[in-house]
């Protein structure tokens, strides 16, 4: 992990203090305004380009741990992020739907390296990478039609347009450019020389969004400071539960030490990056919610932090492996 990934939670908090310093400027939030999606569209090009969607078939050598995950992430987390939000935020609508968001997209990039920490299988993760990537893709829209529609304002054809241009066109963009750039000098030479500056690209340029972001919407945040806040519960509560489901889905289906490490990075991970592109489109009068959707940089990387401390300890301490004798009948 590379200085500014280390420290992404702080250069998340000074670009939030920095926002809100340059809002206080005349002409700054107008201009801060014309900025967020450019900025946005720049990471998630940085963000999609050192993932290998050739890769969709390997992940096929672990059906459990896969079908499994896909399952969590992609059925299990909405339900939970719609009581979440009915148990937590049911007088802030515009905070749900933040929430929603946040929590019905996978990670696609950090949980490999928290994975990596605690130890779990690496190349498992890597191959579930595409599927989140792809799923979530076609299924926030459907997700947010579904769930955010009853809460804010939200047209079909905005909706449609914010996927098309935020998505869509960053990833078809970052996949001729690494086609091309693999074509001509090799795959591992783009894993090797390209990818790993990528990541600091992406990380400043959402620091860059974050910061613009706040700069043209500060006075929604002075007016009600406490309520971006009020999201971090129920994100907390998310955390808490997801990771002892895994541990409790690991257990039940037999996963190695390995196995379930991989599968918690990655039903816990989240790609705060992605949904708060949409959000930024597709709710162009509700800036709580991209707003709301800046909580997950500020928390995913501690809390991941801890995840991975917690999994080792389970590993050194030898509890798991007296799950896994338990599952293959060795007591």
Known sequence: MGVLERYQTVLVILAVLGGLAAGRVSGVP???????????????FGAFARISLSSLRDAFGNRRVVGTSLAVNFVWNPLLAVALGALFLRDQPALWVGLLMLIVTPCTDWYLVFTDIAGGDVPLATS?????????????????????GALVSLPLDLLVESVLLVLVVPLVAATVVR??????????????????????????FLCLAIAAMFASQGEVVVEEPGVLALIAVPVLVFYVVNFLLGLGIGRALGFSYEEVACFDC????????????????????????????????LLELPLLSVVSQLLLAIRNRGWWSNVERSATGLD
């Open 266 to 297: 990655t039903i816990l991970s989240r790609n705060s990056p992605t949904a708060l592109a949409i959000a930024v489109v597709a709710f162009p009068d509700e800036p709580l919610i991209p707003l709301a959707l800046v909580i997950g940089p």
């Open 128 to 148: 579930l990478l595409p599927y989140n990537l792809v799923l979530q893709l076609l299924l926030l829209p459907v997700y947010l039609y579904a769930f955010a």
């Open 179 to 204: 086609r091309g750039l693999v074509g001509r000098k090799g795959e591992s030479w783009f894993d090797g020389a390209v990818a790993p500056r990528l990541a600091p690209v992406q990380i400043l």
């Open 30 to 44: 107008a201009l801060a305004e014309s900025l967020i999606l450019v900025f946005l569209m720049v990471m998630l």
